[in-house]
Each structure stands twice: as C-alpha cells, then as structure tokens.
C-alpha cells in the first residue's frame, strides 16, 4: 500500500488483462497510468452498466487520450465515514448511524471502513474493520457539542486513508449539518490534498436548519469539493430521508468504470492537469475527478510536513479528547 502519495499516478502491477486473463486491480505510484473511477447515469439518475470501452472518451487539457485500462468491476475499497458530532447533531445522530449501517451492508463485504466523528476536533471512534458490529458500537459513540470543523476533519480522513488505507480506490463519506464554523485548512487545499490522493467524496448535507445565506456557502462548498473527486453531494429536506441515500452511494461505488490512459503530455513539471470523459451515450451524466497533478514540481498550494505541523500539531480545540495529528506529506 502506498505510504506516501505526491501525486494520483499508478501503475497497473503486472499485465493489462485480455479477455482471457483477469485484471489485476493493483496499482503503484511508478509511472504515468493515471487511473479513473468512472460513473455513467442516465437521464433518470440510475446507473448505465455494461458499456463497452468504444463507447468511453477521455481527454486530458482538450486533447484525446488512449485508453488502456478498462473495467466495470466491484472491488473492494477503504471508506471512512465522516460523521458531524456538533451540538446540533444532537437530535439527528441516530437517524445518521442507522444510514451510515445501511451504506456499510449495501457495500462490498471485503471493504475496510473507519468511523470519525467531529466537531472542533477528529476522533477516531473506529479503526478500519469489516465487521459491522464493531461500526455499529462506534456509531454509537457520540456526545454531540460543539461547532463544525468540517474541513480540518476531512483532512484527518484523508490522513487515516493515506498512512493505513490498504486499497487502491478509497473514498470519504462526510454527513454535515452546517456551515464549516471554525477548520483551520481552506477549501482550496483540502481540494489539492484529495486530489492528489485520488479520493472520491461523497456528502450529504442536512442544511434545512441553517439560514438561508449559510446553507448556500455549505452547499457551494460540498459540491465543489464532491464534483473535483468524482463524488456526489445530496441535501435532503429531512434526515429521515439519510437512509435511502446512502445504499444509492453504496450501489454507485460498486457499479463504477475504472479508465486508465497514459498522458500524450509526458512533462514532470507539476502541474494540474484537467481530465473529462465523455460517453456515447444521449443523455447520459458522467461523473469522475476533474483532475490531477503530474509528476515533479511541487505547487505552491501544497501541504508539507513543515507546513501541516506548524499550523495542526497538537491543535485540540477543546477538552473532549485527542485530535489526530495532521500529517499529510502531499
């Protein structure tokens, strides 16, 4: 498993598969194969299974990319469950852990997910497990107080994802009720960072009780945080609503393409570059990461050791337990 990821570039380990020999889905930081999750809707919102390679298109900067790794598989992954344990919670966390319970059995059996709840702090309330007892316990684990420090938590996910994660494709899931109040980390970076690991995220928003002007800058903000990762943001009336959604995340997890082309651009200078992929398809929705960043360079929005630490390091805002330390490396 990766220790480190500067960049969302893999290597396929081993063979590109024929139709007579099975895929390894294993891929390594040591060349330029940059690897997609790829979702393909129709105009009703349901999932298109079964299209072939032909049908795919892939650009990288406006020019056409050869695809070389193609594949509708269920593999496993590692998912973190982000779960907002403000005080406004309170009335809501129940009706949470039973959607996020529900997303866990909807998935793949082999996948390895962890809890975290938070507030102005992270706390771990589960290490990776399959076993949906165990989650179940942890999602119980909540005494909701607090303000909302939604991006610094997502950072501690991503953090737990890089350090122990051991699958390839791995994805957060943030529930939320509110306006980030009091993170630290700024949109922009936590965008890089989740780039650069090729995490999808996903979120649900509960902003109903929110006023109107923060429920509106909670919103642009999850749905441009899902929309760069290839993940999706829903923002139900009610949470009594929490419960559909998250299966429907599940199935679309397990129901993705995986597109793999090796960049005509071949320079390591850094840079950002923009991915789209069309599909042959009238009406069809596709959703996957808008982009990534190549190989060398370092751009100046980046996390470092130095610059993580001096700002997170042993930054626990209130009394109620540890906050990860925040050490991303990206």
């Avoid at 165990?134 to 991503?158: C, F, I, K, N, Y």
């Avoid at 949470?239 to 397990?254: D, G, L, M, N, Q």
Wanted: a negative charge; hydrophobic letters at 35%.
């Amino acid at each position: 498993m990766l220790s480190r990821c500067a960049f969302c570039l893999f290597v396929l380990a081993g063979p590109l598969w024929t139709q007579d020999q099975p895929p390894l889905t294993t891929f390594r930081s040591e060349s330029d194969l940059v690897v997609l999750n790829v979702s393909v809707f129709d105009k009703d919102g349901k999932i298109i299974k079964g299209l072939p390679k032909s049908d795919f298109t892939v650009q990288e900067n406006g020019e056409n990319q050869e695809i070389k790794v193609f594949r509708q598989e269920d593999v496993p992954i590692s998912l973190g469950l982000v779960i907002d344990d403000s005080a406004s919670m309170k009335e809501k966390r129940d009706r949470v852990n039973s959607a996020a319970l529900a997303m866990v059995r909807a998935s793949n059996p082999q996948d390895e997910v962890f809890v975290l709840n938070f507030n102005e702090d992270a706390q771990l309330a589960q290490d990776f497990t399959s076993d949906v007892t165990r989650l179940e316990s942890s999602l119980r684990v909540s005494h909701p107080s607090g303000q909302t420090a939604m991006r610094d938590a997502l950072v501690v996910g991503l953090d737990h994802l890089r350090a122990h994660a051991k699958n390839d494709k791995k994805a957060l899931l943030i529930v939320t009720d509110g306006e980030d109040n009091i993170s630290i980390e700024s949109q922009q970076r936590l965008v890089e960072a989740a780039q650069r690991l090729d995490v999808i995220i996903y979120a649900i928003g509960l902003l109903g009780a929110e006023q109107p002007a923060s429920a509106r800058r909670a919103r642009e903000s999850l749905e441009e945080l899902t929309r760069a990762t290839g993940g999706r943001a829903w923002f139900p009336a009610d949470v009594s609503e929490v419960e559909r959604i998250t299966p429907e995340i599940a199935h679309e997890i397990r129901n993705q393409y995986i597109v793999g082309y090796t960049p005509t651009n071949t320079a390591q200078d850094g840079t950002y570059r923009k991915i789209q992929v069309q599909v042959n398809v009238p009406g069809a929705t596709v959703r996957t990461r808008s982009g990534y960043y190549a190989r060398g360079g370092h751009p100046s929005g980046a996390l470092r050791y130095n610059d993580v630490d001096a700002r997170f390091s042993g930054v626990n805002r209130s009394s109620g337990g540890p906050v990860d330390r925040l050490r991303h490396g990206f």
